[in-house]
């Protein structure tokens, strides 16, 4: 599906096409086919709104996992047993302002704004609104994820409620 992109040939065209897809495959709850647009070394970040640059190794994030937990993070959410995701939630999310912010080799650095609406049986519509900063490889199979940091704008998560599904 996705084109094989040269460090010179990358648009944003290109980008924004991309993460139309992965946001169609979330909302779709096709995360076997969202886990094909990761690098094996993947990284996905939900850090502290005060500190969206800290280190997860040395600040608590709400979510910080490598590749290994995105995988078990799948399986648990497939799984009929997830209380917080049986029924899957329905969401739709929305993407826009995507920049390409740098290229340094095969690694584009991309940022973007989103906004994600969750919807629940018997639960009030909870909105989910920030700022992706991506690290993009650019792999013989195209463009994959290779860290994700999700910034939500939020000032606290309490009315929010669960991010037990992928921001």
């Known amino acids: 599906m996705n084109a094989p992109v040269t460090p010179g040939a990358v648009t944003r065209g290109e980008i924004e096409d991309f993460l139309y897809h992965e946001a169609d495959l979330l909302d779709r709850w096709k995360l076997d086919d969202w886990l094909k647009l990761l690098t094996d070394d993947a990284s996905y970040y939900v850090p502290p709104n005060d500190k969206p640059d800290a280190d997860h190794r040395y600040t608590l994030f709400t979510v910080a996992d490598d590749i290994v937990r ?37 690694l584009v650095e991309v940022s973007a704004n989103f906004a994600i609406f969750r919807h629940r049986r018997n639960e009030p519509v909870r909105q989910f609104v920030g700022r992706y900063r991506h690290k ?15 910034i939500l704008d939020a000032e606290e998560l309490g009315p929010m409620g669960s991010v037990s599904f992928l921001l």
Request: glycine content about 6%; charged content about 40%.
């Open 70 to 106: 995105l995988r078990e993070r799948i399986i648990r959410l497939k799984d009929p047993n997830c209380h917080a995701e049986f029924p899957p939630s329905r969401t739709r999310r929305m993407i826009s302002n995507v920049r390409i912010d740098g290229i340094d080799g095969d």
């Open 136 to 150: 993009l490889k650019l792999t013989d199979e195209g463009l994959k994820f290779y860290e994700r940091r999700a």
